[in-house]
C-alpha cells in the first residue's frame, strides 16, 4: 500500500502494483518491481559495463568522495554517480562478453582548475617516485594540493593520498607495500585548492608493471594448453603408428579414431588463441 501524505495529487510513497514509490536525495522515484524476463543482448551488455566499472570504481570510493564532491554539490546526484556515469560512458572498451577498462580514459575529477604538464613516475625501492611541472600563471597555485591515487586492478584495490603534496614542491614519494609494487599499477593525479573551491580535471600519469591478464585470457590460455597437451599425447602415439606400419594396423578400426582425433585436436590448435606457428 502506498501513502500520498500531500493528497491525491501529490508523489505516493509505497508500493502500487509492480511499482514501487520512495524519494531519493530529494527526488521522487518510482522502480519496477517482479522477476525479469530473460535479458537482452544489450542489456547483457549494459550489466556487465556496469560490474567492469564498479570493479575498478569501488576501492576508490574515499578517493571520489573528496574529487567529485564539488560537481556533485547543488545536484541530486552524489560523487559516486557521477563517477560511474563518466567511466561507464567513457573508459570502457570492447564489446560483450569481452567489456574491458581502457585505464588511459578514467576520470576521477572534473573541474576548472589548471592541471599539471609533464607529470611523470618511475618505481624506487619501497613506493613511486612522482613528479610534475611546478611552474603555473596563476595566483596563489603553488599552494594547490595534489591528490595521488594508485589502482591495482589485478588485486581490485586502490592506494590513495588525498594530501600528497603541493603544486609548488614538484615532486613526492607514494609509499607502497613489496605486494603493490610487483602488480599492475594506474596512477591518476587531480589538484585541489588549497580553499577548498576549485578542482582541476584528472590526469593518467601511467601504468607500472603492465597489464595484467583479463580473466577472458585466463581462460582462453587455460583452454590452449589443456588442447595443446592431449594433441601432443594424440600426436606422438600417431606418429609412432605411421612409423611402425605393421600390416593391417593403418586399416584398424583404433587407428581410424587416432587419426580422425588427431586431425580435430590439429585444426582446433590453429584456430584458438595462442596458436603457435608450425603445428
Known amino acids: 500500500m502506498a501513502i500520498c501524505a500531500a493528497g491525491v495529487h501529490g ?13 531519493l536525495n530529494g527526488q521522487p522515484v518510482c522502480r519496477l518491481i517482479g522477476r525479469a524476463g530473460k535479458p537482452t543482448l544489450n542489456q547483457m551488455a549494459n550489466r556487465q559495463g556496469m560490474s567492469v566499472t564498479m570493479d575498478i570504481l569501488r576501492p576508490m570510493a574515499d578517493f571520489i568522495k573528496v574529487s567529485f564532491q564539488l560537481e556533485a554539490e547543488g545536484t541530486t546526484k552524489n560523487p559516486h554517480n557521477l563517477a560511474t556515469s563518466y567511466n561507464k560512458k567513457q573508459a ?4 560483450y562478453p569481452n567489456i574491458q577498462v581502457d585505464y588511459t580514459k578514467v576520470i576521477l575529477s572534473k573541474g576548472s582548475l589548471e592541471m599539471a604538464k609533464e607529470s611523470r613516475i618511475s618505481k624506487g625501492e619501497e613506493g613511486i617516485n612522482l ?10 597555485a603553488e599552494d594547490d594540493i595534489l591528490m595521488v591515487m ?9 592506494s590513495m ?11 613526492c614519494f607514494i609509499p607502497l607495500s613489496e605486494s603493490k609494487m610487483n602488480s599492475q599499477m594506474e596512477v591518476y593525479i587531480c589538484f585541489k585548492s588549497a580553499n577548498g573551491t576549485l ?3 584528472s ?7 603492465g597489464l595484467e591478464e583479463t580473466e577472458t585470457e585466463r581462460i582462453e590460455k587455460k583452454n590452449y594448453n589443456t588442447v595443446k597437451a592431449r594433441y601432443e599425447q594424440v600426436a606422438a602415439d600417431y606418429h609412432h603408428r605411421i612409423t611402425d606400419h605393421a600390416e593391417g594396423k593403418m586399416e584398424s578400426k583404433a587407428f581410424r579414431h587416432l587419426e580422425k582425433e588427431y586431425m580435430v585436436l590439429k585444426k582446433k590448435l590453429e584456430h584458438l588463441p595462442g596458436a603457435k606457428e608450425g603445428i
Open 161 to 171: 593520498l588525498l594530501n600528497a603534496a603541493k603544486r609548488k614542491d614538484g615532486s
Open 203 to 209: 590526469a593518467y600519469v601511467g601504468n607500472l608493471n
Open 131 to 140: 613528479s610534475w611541472d611546478a611552474g603555473i600563471a596563476e595566483n596563489g
Open 92 to 95: 570502457l572498451t570492447g564489446v
Open 199 to 201: 578542482i582541476s580535471d
Open 11 to 23: 508523489h505516493p510513497s509505497g508500493k502500487i502494483g509492480k511499482l514501487v514509490f520512495y524519494t
Open 150 to 158: 594508485v589502482s591495482h586492478p589485478a588485486e581490485k584495490k586502490a
